[in-house]
Every structure is written in C-alpha cells, then in structure tokens.
C-alpha cells in the first residue's frame, strides 16, 4: 500500500470514529436534556475527548503504534511560542470584542475595565492556562496531534488549514443545533452559528496547526485552545457587568469585526506555513 | 530527553497514575462517612476528602524523587548528552505534570458528583473546583521548596533539614507576632486594608503567577546546587 492510501485510510478511520461520539450526541440528546449524569457522561467523559480517543483506537487499530503524538512539552525551546500561544488568542478577542464598541463610539461601556480588574484577569488566565488547560488535550491530541498529520499529504498544507478546520467545526454541530433541535431557535439561526463557528475555526486552526508544526508539541496549541475559549468568558464577564443597555445590536460594525480580524490572522499563518514549507529540507 | 522521560514513565508510572485515584478522595470519603457521620454536611465532608487526598498526593509526589540520590547516578546523568540539567527538567516537568493530573482528575470527579447531585436534586451540592484550584497552586509551591532540599541533601537528610527550617520559620514568625502583640490592632488594621475587596482578586492572581515562577526559580536553584549534593550522597 502507498503512503497516500495508507494515510487516507487511517484518516477515514478516525474521522469515522470522530463521527460515531457526534451521532452518540444526537441519539441521547434528549436524555442528556432530561439527566445530567447522561450529559456528564456522553458530553464530558465521551465527547469532549472523542478526538484523542479517536485518535488512539485508529493508531492501534492500523498498528501504526504510538510515535510521534507530539507529546513532548518542548518548553526551553518553544517558550516564545507558548506565550504567543498565549497572547495572541487574548489579543484577537480584544480585538474582536472591545474595536467594535470603540468604533460606535460606546466607551463608556468600558467602566469595569480598569488597569487592576484587566491584570488580575490576564494574570488569572495565565495561571489558569498552565494547569486546567490540559482538559484540551483530548481534542488537540485529535486534531492538531492525529488528523492534520494525516490531511497534509493527501490535501497540501491550504487544504489541511480548509478542510480541517471544516471538520473541526462540524465536530461542534451537536450544540450550534440543539437550540433548533430543543425547540428553542429557528434552523436557519443554528445554521447561521455554523457557519460562523465555521469561519472561526478554520481561521484559528491555521494558527493551531502551525503553532504544532514550529513546536513539535500539541500543548502550545493546547493554550492557545484554552485561551481561545476562556479569552471570551472573561472579556464578556467585565462586559456584562458594565453598564450596557439590554438587546443593544452594533449591527454591521460587530459583523465585520466578529471575522475580520481572525480571517486576517488565518492568511499571516497560512503564509507562513507556506513559507516553512517552501525552505524546509526535502527529503527522499 | 525522550530517553528520560521514558525511564521516569517506566519508574513512576504507578505514581503518576495514582494522581487519578487522588482525585476520587472527596467521593470516597463522603461514601465512606456519610453513614459513620449521617448529620454531617456533604461538602464539609467533600472538603475534608479534598484535603486528604491533597496530602496523600504531595506524598506521591515527593517519592518520585527518591532512588536518584545516588553518587554514581549523579555522576552518570552529569556526563550523559542531557546532563544533570536534562534531568533535573524532566523531573521538574513530571512533577508539575503529576500536580496537574491531580487537579484534573479532583475536578472531573468533582464535575461528575454535582451531575449526579443535581439529578438527585440535592439543592446543597455545591462545587469545591475553586479549593481544588487553590490547593493545587499551593502544592507547586511546596514542591518548590521541597525539591531543592532533596537535591541538596539527599532524601532523607534533605526532607530533616527542610523541617528544622520550617520550624525555625515558624518560631521567627511567632516571635514576631509576640513582640509585636500591642501594635496587633494596627497589623490586622493594614492587612485589611491590603486585602480589600477591590485587591483581592488581583493579589490572588499575582499570587498564582507567583508560584508559578517561585517554581521555575526552584528548578534554578537546583540545577545549581544539583552537583555540590551529588558529592555529598552516599556519605
């Protein structure tokens, strides 16, 4: 078998795998809704982790053993790229959050973020980022660590970065449809935080995937995650205690500075991977 | 580095994964004794089970440690191509590594019986994550301290010292609470005004961050004395 057909193979093997959790999702989703043991369960214990899992049944499962999980810290090396890792999830949700409220002119809004209440935050996240992001490895070990690797050489390092990050993002379908699916929003709402989501994501994993790349690890990819996620709890929570009136809709302005930014991130590292890829040795 | 990180799976590995177990103490000590106990309040009971199982880790954490104070070791692992420092950073990262399975595993099982709680609608089941979390910052700092010393002394000698100095701590910072006993109204007085509601946060931050470093500093300061304690093994 050539290397294309075996790296197809155990790619439809772990996307198979990735695509039974997100079924078990919709099968028991009503008993999820009723139980929260049932969604401690198939959400926390099963879901959440179904990449790595994934991931680990498809290297027994083809014998392609267990090297090269990108699973080293690497951290002397790479501490410049684990701050940025860091950093710039923060940044572009800064970016994402606060320019369009800057823009239309509602800076009074802002009351609650002073010098203090900002450094205790980014000081919490950066704290909170070294010991409960590891939760994130159960997608990232997936992803970033397993599906990536088997993507490049079958779909080239653009098409990794689309059709990667499409995957990714239709991993998140469960719960961008369970409003609809609850009887709670319209399809065509769910369907537009799909798509948003989508754009999101394929975005930010061209910075994941060429964060594990530079590194040789998972984990800077791991913070950035994590950073991701826990960036717009905090940046929402100083916003939510400000003094903003209630339905306020920034209207256009929100829209372009919702995707702009993270598009504008996804061609930087989507050039540099090109670039990387360009002046790396070549090998027989 | 991959070599030593295999030989400290292959050492520890019943270790490391005893961090998991530790995570169930809060579960086990309330299903253990809330039958001995039946008034007793389930999260105090959880907390109690937290603090135990805090311990028992810190105690597994420490014994990683022991059975690499040996000279010919040291002498070895100091011409080997990862040299002492190689070491001494696998062995740093395990131990946070342990700390932070710890955690997750307390968590998780945390996560787990708030779950079941609520199902069984037990109003009172509040989460104690933020305990954990705080307890877990505590744990890097005392892993902090204690490697140094046991790098420096040894094991044993090492853990003897780390006790004579910790009661000499306390006794300083006794005798300076007593000589200061009438100016006590004013301490507490400035304390409070340190850690007022609009600090709070921010101390406990910068406290966090500090103990983060407070480690990275203790790998430091290892590496340093690492080979004048090599020396003195086996003596």
């Known amino acids: 078998m050539t290397a294309k057909k075996e790296n197809a193979q155990r790619l439809g093997i772990y996307l198979l795998i990735v695509s039974l959790f997100v079924l078990l999702f919709f099968v028991y989703r009503k008993l999820m809704n009723e139980s929260n043991t049932v969604f401690f369960i198939i959400y926390y214990l099963l879901f959440s982790f179904s990449p790595a899992i994934a991931s680990l049944i498809t290297r027994a499962v083809t014998k392609e053993g267990f090297r090269d999980m990108k699973l080293h810290l690497k951290l002397e090396k790479n501490i410049k790229w684990y701050l940025l890792a860091f950093g710039l999830p923060l940044i572009f949700f800064s970016a994402r959050i606060l320019l369009p409220i800057i823009v239309s002119g509602h800076s009074e809004w802002f009351d609650r973020f002073t010098f203090q209440n900002v450094l205790a935050s980014v000081f919490m996240l950066a704290a909170l980022s070294t010991v409960q992001s590891i939760g994130l490895l159960g997608e990232e070990l997936g992803w970033r660590g397993y599906m990536n690797q088997k993507m490049e050489p079958l779909f080239g390092t653009v098409g990794t970065c689309l059709l990667g990050g499409i995957l990714w993002s239709l991993w998140h379908l469960p719960m961008d449809l369970a409003g609809w699916l609850d009887g709670e929003g319209s399809l065509s709402d769910s369907l537009m935080m799909c798509g948003g989501r989508m754009l999101l994501l394929t975005s930010f994993g061209t910075f994941l995937m060429w964060l594990t790349k530079k590194t040789d690890s998972v984990f800077p990819a791991v913070v950035a995650h994590f950073m991701f996620n826990q960036s717009q709890g905090a940046l929402g929570g100083f916003l939510s205690q400000g003094n903003i009136p209630e339905n306020v809709d920034l209207g256009m302005i929100a829209s372009v500075f919702e995707y702009v930014p993270m598009v504008i991130l996804a061609g930087i590292f989507t050039g540099l991977l090109l670039r990387e890829k360009k002046n790396a040795p070549k090998t027989a | ?235």
């Open chain 2, 1 to 235: 580095m991959t070599g030593l990180v295999y030989k400290e799976w292959k050492q520890n590995r019943w270790f490391i994964l005893s961090m998991i177990l530790c995570g169930f103490a809060p579960l086990l000590v309330l299903l253990l004794l809330r039958g001995e106990i039946p008034n007793a309040d389930h999260t105090a009971l959880r907390i109690g089970g937290l603090i135990a199982g805090f311990l028992a880790a810190g105690a597994l954490q420490m014994l990683v440690l022991r059975g690499d104070d040996r000279k010919l070791w040291g002498y070895w692992i100091t011409a080997s191509a990862d040299g002492y420092k190689g070491f001494l950073r696998v062995k740093y990262e395990m131990i946070f590594g342990m700390i932070v399975l710890f955690l997750f595993s307390l968590q998780f099982v945390d996560m787990g019986y708030c779950a079941v709680a609520a199902d069984m609608e037990k109003t009172d089941a509040g989460s104690i994550n933020d305990i954990a979390f705080l307890l877990g910052f505590m744990q890097i700092l005392f892993r902090a301290i204690d490697i140094p010393f046991t790098y420096r002394f040894g094991s044993k000698k090492g853990s003897f010292i780390k006790l004579i100095c910790m009661v000499i701590l306390a006794i300083l910072i006794c005798a300076v609470l007593v000589l200061n006993v009438d100016n006590m109204d004013r301490i507490t007085e400035m304390v409070r005004k340190v850690f007022n509601e609009n600090n709070s946060s921010l101390i406990l931050s910068v406290g966090l961050v500090v103990c983060l470093a407070l480690y990275y500093l203790s790998y430091r300061i290892t590496c340093r004395l690492y080979l004048k304690g090599v020396e003195q093994y086996d003596g």
